[in-house]
Each structure stands twice: as C-alpha cells, then as structure tokens.
C-alpha cells in the first residue's frame, strides 16, 4: 500500500498528541478501571463468633420482611443477609438490611425500634431492649437477636437483671463492645449515600428517644401511629415526616415535623392541614392540644394532651435554620484562590500546549528535511523543479 506525503502528514498529527501523553495516562485511558470488589453485608466472625451456617442473601422484599415490604420498598432496600452465629454455646441471630442511602437506613431504624428500648452508642444509633439490639450504620441497619439471653436493662447498667430459667445474662458493657467491632465491618458507604436525614435534628429537647419515628412515605407513616391522614401530608410531593412524643402535664402528647421541598409547599400544606384539624380529622387527645405552626419549609403539628401553653411553647421551639455544607476537604477556599488557581491552569495549559507545537513542527518539519536529504536532495524544496516561482529578480 502507498502513501502520499500528505496522508503520512495526517497520519503523523493524528497519532503525535497520543505519543505526547505519559504512558501511565495513556494506559488509563486505554483500559478501564476493574469494578470494586463487592463486600459481603455480614462477616463470617466477630468478637468471637463465628458462623454456623451458610449466608442466607437476597435483594427480594418479601424475603426480607414479607409483612412490612411496602415499608422496605418505601425506604428504598437494595438488599439483605441473614446470618447464625455462635459463642461458648451462646447463639445469635443477624439480620442485615443495606438501603440505598443513609436516611432509608435511619427510617428503618426508627420503624423497627419499640418503645421501651433504650438508646446505645453503637454505629450512628442503636437501640437494646430484651434479648434484641438494633443498631444502624450509614446504609445498613442490623438487627441481632440474641438466644435464651437478656441484655443489660438500662444503657446505665453494667451488670445484668434478674432473667428467667435457662437464661444467660448479657451485660450492656459487653453488648456494646461486640456490636461495635461488627459495626466496623458493616462495608462503608459511598460518597453522599452516608449523610443521615436532617429533619430529626430540628425536634425541640424533650422527647423520648425510643418514640421518634421518621417516614418518607404513606405505608409506613401509618403503620407507625402517624396522627394525620397520609394524603393530607402530601407523600407525592417529597415531604419527610418524624413524629416523637413528650410528657405533657395530662399524659403523653405528639409532635409531628414535615418538611417540603420548597417554603412554598409547606405553607400551602400547613394551611389545609390547619383546616382539616379544625374539621376534626384528628380525634382523640385535647382540641386545645392542636396545633399548626410554619417555619421556612417545616410545618409542625402537636396533638394528643398537651394543654395550650405547652402546645404553643413546643410548636415555638422549631425554627428552620438554613445550614451550608463545604465538600472542599481543604475546607472553605475563598474566590481569591479560586481565581488565582485558574490564571495558574491557564498557564500551565498555554506552556503544554506551546511546548507541544514547538516538539510538533520540529518533528514534522525536522523529518521531512531529514527524509529528503536521505534522498540527495535538497533540504529545502526552493529549489525544486516543481516549485513555481515568479523569476522578479
């Protein structure tokens, strides 16, 4: 096959800027990136216990939970792991739920938590109650359920209560230091799918932990005692609902916190639940417990015995402050550097780039010349036969 000067020409400056890279960019670019290994969601030992069986796995929601798979899918399950464990004769039960992200897993969390439990410092949030902890982790929330055992009774006691014939005691102590070293093996999360919710952070102090629940969606916003009807806090429009009770002077009385999209919607939302309350879509509790207060794009409700005062003193408590996250690891960068940083790129990007013309002609140009003196010519082609020239002089 023949080339021409000019094709060998365009054939040069396409394959020179690929010659200009370094080899080990020219490599990556070549070959993609294997895929990250796939963690296992439970290990196969722990503090000292060790599986006793295979691990049961599957990403179906029926599977996972058969009678709260429409809460599971609400809160976004990827997938699940069952595993059987044993210790000194001791056995243990895990049930391991990953979510898409972190507020799927802290939805769970609270959806799965009964009253009573007492609250542990176990992975972001944990909860123990009975034979049973309950502890989540950035996407993962696990469930271990410990056999012909009780748990310590309160966070506060190291040593174990009275338990029933056949029985062996746990202390919380030793409860938390085993659920800690599985919390680090529960795989890591990635990027943004770790950041929690936010809006549980705006309920007033008070409350008891073991109550509050958080849904971002109709099924389980019901299934947990959620005072208002579903359709009337808008599911469909991205609201986030969390619900806690407190001690009132007449008994126990329910906060409710929405959040919207946009200051917009919640005002919208908070002027027809106002109007459904009036109505009496709530019953039980004070009416003078009912309450609907707005701030930016929260909406909070009270219900149940609170009395008036404690009611208006509670709904005035939240107040919606607009928060700013920098994901800058070096932290705030001002637009001095900002802008100091780009002239910098552009000079840099106008010294590759002059560097790569000079190395470009000189090898274009500089073969070329070679090639024909190779050949007995000439260097220059002034004086070629086929030049065209005037002849002025």
């Given at each position: ?208 932990p073991s109550s509050v629940r958080y849904s971002i969606g109709p099924a389980a916003y019901a299934r947990t005692g959620g005072v208002l009807p579903p ?163």
């Amino acid at each position: 096959m023949v080339f021409s000067r000019r094709s060998l020409c365009a054939v040069l400056l396409l394959l020179a800027p690929a010659a200009l890279l370094p080899p080990a960019f020219a490599q990556a670019a070549s070959t993609p990136a294997p895929p990250a290994a796939q963690q296992p969601l439970l290990p196969s030992s722990f503090a000292g216990w060790t599986a006793v069986a295979p691990m049961q796995t599957g990403t179906g929601l029926e599977s996972a939970d058969q009678a709260n798979a429409d809460v599971l899918k609400e809160y976004g399950l990827k997938d699940f792991a069952v595993g059987e464990y044993s210790q000194g004769g001791r056995h243990l039960t895990l049930h391991a739920r990953r979510f898409v992200d972190a507020t799927g897993a802290y939805g769970a969390f609270t959806f799965y938590r009964r009253l009573g439990m007492h609250a542990e410092d176990i992975g972001k949030g944990a909860a123990i109650g009975g034979n049973e902890a309950l502890f989540w982790n950035e996407t993962t929330l696990v469930d271990a359920v410990f056999g012909n055992a009780s748990l310590g009774a309160s966070s506060d006691s190291e040593a174990c209560a009275p338990v029933a014939s056949g029985e062996t005691c746990i202390s919380v102590a030793s409860t938390r230091a085993t659920l800690k070293e599985l919390a680090a093996e529960i795989p890591p999360a990635a990027g943004s799918e770790g950041v929690p919710p936010n809006l549980p952070h705006y309920l007033p102090k008070g409350f008891d932990p073991s109550s509050v629940r958080y849904s971002i969606g109709p099924a389980a916003y019901a299934r947990t005692g959620g005072v208002l009807p579903p359709a009337l806090v808008d599911f469909s429009r991205d609201a986030e609902a969390v619900t806690a009770q407190y001690t009132a002077r007449d008994g126990k009385g329910t906060l409710t916190l929405l959040e919207y999209p946009t200051p917009q919607i919640a005002i919208a939302r908070a002027k027809a639940i106002d109007e459904q309350l009036k109505q009496g879509v709530v019953t039980g509790g004070n009416a003078t417990a009912l309450g609907v207060h707005g701030s930016g794009p929260l909406v909070a409700i009270t219900s149940g015995n609170f009395s008036t005062n404690e009611a208006q003193a509670l709904l005035a408590s939240v107040k919606y402050e607009a928060e700013v996250t920098w994901n800058h690891p070096e932290g705030y960068v001002s637009e001095v550097s900002k802008t100091a940083k780009l002239l910098l790129g552009i000079l840099y990007l106008t010294g590759i780039l002059g560097t790569a013309s000079i190395l470009l002609g000189l090898f274009l140009g500089g073969g070329r010349a070679l090639f024909r003196r190779l050949r007995g010519k000439p260097v220059s082609t002034l004086n070629d036969d086929y030049f065209i020239s005037l002849k002025l002089d």
